[in-house]
């Protein structure tokens, strides 16, 4: 007798379970499985009567009700096949959503392909959803916990990830050659410590065509071992974050910034005696203050603007001084700084006092002495947010191959984005020339000699110097591109303004950034889970990493929101160079020449 049903998989996609006489099974669990699905399908609660080695008998739990299957181990082979079937059904079944064969094990099997496709899954959706496809109410922490096995069998365990990883850093070395990649483990108990990953392909990048201008920011995981995700990242030709060392540390602390910036300092080694000076932007806690004027003496380290702001406008919580400091902050020469702060001060004099925990010297754009080229803000902040989202639930080696995974996919569609690139700048720097050629036309050109030039307006005259590449304004030095002045002395000369950019700007620069490929990693299961990568060399062969102590205390953790239009860069007041008033460019000035 053939009794056929048809119910969901585990993907939501619809499959006909089947029982028949004859039917064989790999194993009794695969057996175990079927007639667990087709009970809840059918809506009846389903009774073990025996279950060893070579059988497996089952009935309807309902007194009375025929429905009884018997299965029996095939001689010599490890299948099962059934034997004797009753297959009618005379009881009512479960009349309620409740249902004992809803176990977590079958929770875990029915969200498997859901949560590989989306890690994010949450347990409320995870019962929903079962109850919408299957008829069935499970709890809340049933969900959570049938997600938590889903995850272990398809990721692994999160202890195991720590386990792996001496393995994993072999591994991206011989895939990956002249990367970087070392972990370090506890002295006393072998619990892990740090981790630091650097691609080859992104060393290449920054040190060969990135401008010397590096961010460095964290953020904290909220998995089930707490700790903190680091990164230094650079910005390429087109303005856009260029990860270059990724580290994940047991506890954001001195010691470990100072670790991460140490090894950062290793990993550029001779080759930042051949680039310009250069410029870090931090939040600038006193932990990363200390590590880079240890590692990066050097190094001009400035103030993120955002971070700057936003304690301007917690501390002072007024509009008309809080629009006064970003003209401050974006005036291009001392004069008119000074200026600025005249006008704060008017209104509190309690801004000189705030002047003094932050100094100007580390973030206004008059004052600063390293070059931004006109990234004055963080945006290493929300990649690490966006990384920590999604991978917070992932054991550490699967949240590692999740960031190489985008790493290379960034890699690969910005090599085809700039080889289809014409062009001598990146979009982003021709707009700005465009504007800067635009403006030109307002000034009065007058030749002084060969390369200096006056540009005379009706307020001001600005000398520019085309050979070394100079402007009175500061903006060209400043942000690395001609401004107005310098695009009017150079069409004055019969020169192509876009030929003067700084080489970090221009498509060849852009397509040597992406130039190398990050190689793929294979599985773990054809790891040799060596212990190669700790520190200590051989000493350490035999060592297995442990978890780290920090771990996640029981409860739904506090969640902090951060908002993503606070990581974008703060609109600018419009100023015009001519009149000085704001509200419109110089392009759009009324005020007769």
């Not at 390429?236 to 974050?241: E, P, W």
């Not at 390293?370 to 699967?398: D, I, K, M, S």
């Not at 062969?541 to 929101?561: A, Q």
Request: net charge positive.
């Amino acid at each position: 007798m053939d009794h056929a049903l048809v119910v969901p998989d585990s993907s939501g996609a619809i499959v006909e379970h089947s029982l028949v006489i004859g039917q064989e099974f790999p194993d009794v669990e695969a057996c175990r499985r079927t007639l667990k699905d087709i009970a809840i399908a059918m809506h009846f609660d389903l009774r073990i009567v025996k279950s060893d080695r070579s059988r497996f008998i089952a009935k309807c739990s309902k007194e009375g009700c025929p429905w009884r299957v018997h299965v029996a181990k095939c001689p010599g082979v490890p299948t099962f096949t059934i034997r004797t079937l009753h297959g009618e059904h005379t009881c009512e079944g479960v009349r309620n959503l409740h249902h004992q064969q809803a176990s977590v094990g079958w929770v875990a099997r029915s969200v498997e392909a859901r949560i590989r496709d989306n890690p994010q899954y949450k347990p409320k959706e995870i019962l929903q959803d079962i109850q919408d496809q299957h008829g069935v109410a499970v709890s809340y922490m049933q969900a959570w916990r049938g997600k938590e096995r889903s995850m272990a069998a398809l990721h692994g365990t999160f202890e195991e990830g720590y386990r792996l990883l001496p393995a994993y850093c072999e591994q991206i070395r011989k895939t990956n050659p002249g990367s970087v990649a070392s972990v370090v483990a506890t002295r006393q108990e072998n619990c892990f410590q740090c981790l630091f990953i650097s691609y080859r392909a992104s060393i290449y990048g920054f040190i060969s065509a990135c401008r010397p201008l590096l961010e460095l920011d964290k953020v904290d995981l909220k998995g089930k071992y707490l700790g903190s995700l680091l990164c230094a990242a650079a910005v390429d030709a087109d303005d856009v974050l260029f990860p270059l060392a990724i580290a994940i540390v047991d506890v954001e602390n001195d010691e470990n910034w100072m670790w991460f910036v140490s090894e950062l300092r290793k990993l550029l080694g001779v080759n930042t005696e051949n680039m310009p000076r250069l410029t870090i932007l931090s939040e600038r806690r006193q932990s990363i203050v200390d590590a880079v004027e240890t590692h990066f003496p050097s190094a001009f380290h400035g103030f993120c603007l955002r971070y700057i702001s936003e304690n301007f406008r917690d501390t002072f919580k007024n509009t008309k001084l809080v629009n006064i400091f970003w003209n401050a902050v974006y005036a291009l020469t001392s004069a008119e700084f000074e200026s600025k702060i005249a006008e704060m001060v008017e209104i509190s004099q309690d801004v000189l006092q705030w002047f003094q925990v932050f100094p100007p010297q580390l973030w206004a754009v008059a004052y600063f002495e390293g070059v931004r080229y006109g990234h004055f803000t963080l945006g290493v902040t929300e990649l690490l947010y966006n990384w920590a989202l999604e991978c917070h639930e992932l054991p550490v080696v699967q949240m590692m191959e999740h960031i190489r995974l985008q790493l290379t996919s960034w890699f690969n569609n910005r090599r085809e984005t700039g080889i289809r690139w014409t062009s001598i700048l990146v979009p982003s720097a021709e707009k700005r020339i465009s504007e800067a050629i635009a403006d030109a036309h307002c000034y009065q050109v007058l030749r002084a000699n060969e390369v200096e030039f006056e540009i005379v307006s009706t307020e001001r005259t600005n000398i520019v110097d085309i050979r070394s590449r100079v402007c009175s304004c500061r903006r060209w030095q400043l942000y690395g591109l001609p401004c107005a002045h310098a695009a009017a002395a150079l069409i004055s000369c019969g020169q192509n303004v876009h030929l003067f950019a700084e080489p970090c700007f221009t498509v060849a620069s852009y397509r040597e950034t992406y130039s190398q490929m990050i190689n793929p990693i294979p599985d773990k299961s054809y790891w040799k889970e060596s212990r190669e990568g700790t520190e200590g060399g051989a000493a350490n062969l035999d060592i297995m990493i442990r978890p780290p102590k920090t771990r996640r205390p029981p409860g739904r953790p506090k969640k902090k929101v951060l908002r993503v239009e606070n990581l974008k860069r703060p609109k600018r007041v419009v100023q015009c160079g001519r009149c000085h008033l704001l509200g419109h460019s110089q392009k759009k000035c009324t005020m007769p020449i």
